[in-house]
């Protein structure tokens, strides 16, 4: 645990569904936390501080799924094979 750093982030470890890479997201538990008690994903991380595919990381860790962005180009232009 670090102290005197106002800001509180976290790494947490999200598996890509489908080739089960693991990426690390460092995540702001004050806005994380906020997310989880019903703020909108773009308004607990909005932009230009964070990029959609940021909150593409942080929805897969609520949700608990999650697709790199390799597996997100194969998923959406092959969908209709497999
Ligand atoms: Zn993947």
Redesign the pocket.
């Known amino acids: 645990m670090t102290t005197g750093n106002l800001t509180t982030e976290q790494d947490y470890s999200l598996a890509?569904n489908?080739?089960a890479?693991v990426q690390t997201v460092r995540v702001c538990t004050v806005r994380k936390d906020k997310y989880l008690h019903g703020l909108m994903v773009q308004e607990a991380f909005p932009e230009p501080e964070f990029n959609s595919a940021y909150r593409e990381q942080i929805i897969g860790l609520r949700s608990g799924y999650h697709?790199?962005d390799?597996?997100w180009d194969s998923v959406t232009a092959y969908e209709e094979e497999e």
């Open positions: 890509c489908v080739c890479v697709v790199c390799d597996c």
